[in-house]
């Protein structure tokens, strides 16, 4: 499993960025997989998923402000941040699955997004 995560950076808050997920080792179309994202000095947190099928939940903080999504053409998987708050500064990582229990470090190395 390979998962190269792309599109993080800084931004103002009230600001969007959009990050990219490029999966491969897998067949990506049959599983369900999540952005995951880790605060400094916090856990990490799950903060949502799609389905194989396209269904999708989000963590209730971002629910109406990130929207994910996937192409399976092209083993990709994507989380467009609205509205971004200081508070989702973070590193974001995809993971399979639909848990933080899922992800393995080793998958990929996040991508940083920092919002002031």
């Known amino acids: 499993v390979q998962l190269v995560e792309s599109g993080g950076g800084s931004a103002q808050a009230g600001g969007s960025m959009r990050l990219s997920c490029a999966a491969s080792?897998?067949?990506?179309?049959?599983?369900?997989m999540s952005w995951i994202r880790q605060a400094p000095g916090k856990e990490l947190e799950w903060i949502s998923a799609?389905?194989?099928?396209?269904?999708?939940a989000y963590l209730k903080s971002v629910k109406g402000r990130f929207t994910i999504s996937r192409d399976n053409a092209k083993n990709m998987l994507y989380l467009q941040l609205n509205s971004l708050k200081t508070e989702d500064t973070a590193m974001y990582y995809c993971?399979?699955?639909?848990?933080?229990?899922?992800?393995?470090?080793?998958w990929g190395q996040g991508t940083q997004v920092t919002v002031s």
């Open positions: 080792g897998f067949t990506f179309s049959d599983h369900a």
């Open positions: 993971t399979k699955g639909t848990s933080v229990s899922a992800f393995r470090p080793t």
């Open positions: 799609i389905y194989s099928g396209g269904s999708t």
